[in-house]
């Protein structure tokens, strides 16, 4: 099979070795001193799987190379027009061009099927060259991840093994002519799979990119100048909730210099008046927050990089499947009237004598059919019914009147549009639980220890760049941001079940109570004792610790 590679730079040179090597007659169109080493000594692309060395045939005219049985446009966007112009020759009555390149393609919207099917992008292709030149029915998309550099005229260095070109018809057709080149490349080695969604393939390369790019230009002195800061607990060691052990394994991977810092009871207790004097508004979070910032002003960090904001972006956090699920589990019988008011008081009355189960489980029939009550059992600390005991019933019954809470959770996701699950939470946690907590709780922890907490995924640019809900959730967004890094994030990371960022300070409150010591660590326990104690101690009367 005859393929033809056009643009043999470091992307383009690494596929035609893969081709070459996979039984292919490849032919590159190159241009200056890459292309006369290539005719000179033959191309070389040092890889993980050893040295690959071909000799393809090389011009920069396409004439010269002929009618081939497939092309692969490997040219950054400005090229395109020239692509356009010189492509002719290589171009049988049903040669395929596959289009490897970054950002949205041309034919983006040919056989979209949506609403703007048809929709021409003038700013990839000026003119319509290429709809002219090589038009949609030839065309087929691609994805490519491979992390290469020419070091040299002729010569190109594979950084590592984690590479694969995807392949897929603007149609969603799984085409024998799609399935033909990566068979080649496959051979060649280098996984090369057909998707039937290829848009959803292009947009997850593309948030990669959106999502690295500022941080990459925020460290762009290198990663050995970043210092990596970690909190560790001598009450998580071995378990899941230590974070410090992978922690360590990333910085390593890339070249940061790692700070534990170990945060114990003692010190908690010290800072525990300056952290309550320091909040503006009662938190039931931050400590993390305020320990991270002490320990980055102590090893002399001026600003932070923050990933606050990722999980809201990307469906990091378990309530992107749970509250959906209770949603449409659950909406048919929340219309019975009176059912989940009677569930909810027969099971709390079973808890209080003694049922082992969350206190919040009872409000489940009442509160899990809609969206508005489904969240707020996800993120509340105490429920509305609750509130009578650890707090007075006068003070709770006026709150509860002028906050509203279900009406408030249910405004943030009013829109003129119709959401999808994944939206609708996204805007929830971003509306609600990000804005209203982490973003300022990142605000007060920071300014205490003289500490700039800069967070790059909450930048409006940014947000507005990202694709829909369902696209996001189609492609495992932050999974496929995970695989961006160079190398990618290791797979303990990657596959491990998110913990959230947590501290064993439930477990100091209640040492320092006198009360008996649980067995292991209820997070959702120590959550309900720093709320009180955040009550009691700043907000009802004087401080007290």
């Known amino acids: ?28 169109v190159a241009r200056g001193a890459h292309l006369a080493a290539i005719r000179d000594g033959g191309l070389v692309v040092h890889a993980h799987d050893g040295t690959h060395h071909s000799h393809p045939q090389a011009s920069a005219e396409p004439a010269e190379l002929g009618p081939q049985d497939a092309v692969i446009v490997t040219v950054k966007s400005p090229a395109l027009p020239a692509v356009a112009a010189g492509i002719a020759p290589l171009l049988g009555p049903d040669t395929p061009v596959a289009f490897v390149m970054n950002g949205i393609p041309w034919w983006y919207f040919d056989h979209d099927g949506g609403a703007h099917e048809g929709r021409r992008l003038p700013e990839a292709d000026p003119g319509d060259a290429l709809r002219h030149a090589i038009g949609v029915g030839r065309t087929i998309g691609g994805v490519v991840y491979s992390a290469t550099e020419v070091i040299a005229p002729g010569v190109v260095r594979s950084e590592h093994g984690n590479i694969r070109l995807i392949l897929g018809e603007p149609d969603g057709r799984v085409s024998d002519r799609a399935r033909a080149i990566s068979a080649l490349m496959e051979a060649g ?96 979070d931050g400590i993390n927050t305020w320990f991270v910032a002490k320990a980055a002003h102590e090893a002399g960090i001026k600003v932070a990089l923050s990933g606050l904001g990722a999980d809201e972006c990307f469906g990091g956090y378990p309530s992107f499947t749970d509250v959906p699920r209770s949603v449409h589990w659950l909406r048919p019988v929340s219309w019975l009237p009176g059912l989940g008011a009677l569930a909810r008081r027969g099971l709390s009355g079973a808890i209080a004598a003694g049922l082992r189960v969350h206190p919040k489980t009872a409000g489940v029939l009442q509160y899990g059919g ?22 007075d019933p006068a003070l709770v019954e006026e709150g509860l009147r002028r906050l509203k809470p279900l009406s408030r959770i249910a405004a943030a996701i009013h829109s003129g549009d119709t959401l999808g699950d994944f939206d609708r939470v996204s805007a929830l946690e971003t509306s609600l639980y990000m804005r209203n907590q982490l973003l300022r709780d990142a605000d007060w922890a920071g300014m205490s220890h003289g500490i700039e907490i800069r967070v790059p995924f909450v930048d409006p640019f940014f947000l507005a760049a990202l694709p829909s809900g369902p696209v996001l959730a189609g492609m495992n967004a932050k999974d496929a941001i995970a695989g961006v890094p160079n190398p990618p994030l290791p797979d303990s990371v990657r596959h491990r079940r998110k913990t959230g960022f947590s501290t064993p300070h439930g477990r100091w409150l209640r040492d320092a109570a006198g009360a008996p010591r649980q067995q292991g660590i209820d997070l959702s326990a120590a959550s309900r004792a720093w709320a009180l104690k955040v009550w009691r101690a700043g907000w009802t009367g004087p401080a007290t610790v």
């Open 1 to 28: 099979m005859k393929v033809c590679v056009y643009g043999a730079g470091a992307i383009g040179g690494h596929l035609a070795a893969r081709l070459a090597k996979g039984g292919a007659q490849v032919s590159l």
């Open 189 to 284: 080695g280098i996984p090369c799979p057909v998707s039937p969604d290829i848009r959803t393939e292009l947009w997850s390369k593309l948030l990669g990119n959106l999502a690295s790019g500022p941080l990459c230009v925020l460290a762009g002195l290198g990663v050995r100048d970043i210092t990596a800061v970690t909190l560790g607990f001598q009450e998580f060691e071995g378990l899941s909730l230590d974070e410090a052990p992978l922690a360590a394994e990333v910085a390593a991977r890339y070249g940061a210099r790692h700070i534990v810092r170990t945060v114990d009871r003692a010190e908690f207790e010290r800072d525990l008046p300056a952290l309550l004097d320091a909040m503006d508004l009662p938190t039931v």
């Open 370 to 391: 809609n969206w508005a009550g489904a969240y707020l059992l996800r993120r509340s600390v105490y429920m509305p019914w609750e509130l009578d005991d650890v707090l």
